[in-house]
Nanobody, 126 residues
Framework: QVQLVESGGGLVQPGGSLRLSCAASGRTLSGFSLAWFRQAPGNEREFVASTKWDGATAVYPDSVKGRFTISKDIAKNTVYLQMTSLKLDDTATYYC???????????????????WGQGTQVTVSS
């Protein structure tokens, strides 16, 4: 099992930027899919971004495409989510997730991920 710890959340004005980090420990992430999800109060957990640890492919929903970028630092065993042009609707708790299932493209369904971080709050407000 891999342990995940998110950080980097906070309060930002509309149009601002934040970078979230997800530090992994417990085992190598080779072969894993990594994803970011978010959940606002009263809403279901929503897919935000995903990538393969061993590849460059990244997947985004239309709601964040062009504004969010998922990346990784293999030496630090860390995945990042760079968020720019933030909107009020981006306010949520953001979660990092990992799965060792051998997808060609990482799943966008949170039920398919077995490892989760504790979440980090992002609040976009003027």
């Amino acid at each position: 099992q891999v342990q995940l710890v998110e950080s980097g959340g906070g309060l930002v004005q509309p149009g601002g930027s934040l970078r979230l980090s997800c530090a992994a420990s417990g085992r190598t992430l080779s072969g894993f899919s990594l994803a970011w999800f978010r959940q606002a109060p009263g809403n279901e957990r929503e897919f935000v971004a995903s990538t393969k640890w061993d590849g460059a492919t990244a997947v985004y929903p239309d709601s964040v495409k062009g504004r969010f970028t998922i990346s990784k630092d293999i030496a630090k065993n860390t995945v990042y989510l760079q968020m720019t042009s933030l909107k009020l609707d981006d306010t949520a708790t953001y979660y990092c997730a990992a799965s060792s299932r051998p997808w060609v493209l990482p799943s966008q369904d949170p039920r398919d991920y077995s490892s989760w971080g504790q979440g980090t709050q992002v609040t976009v407000s003027s």
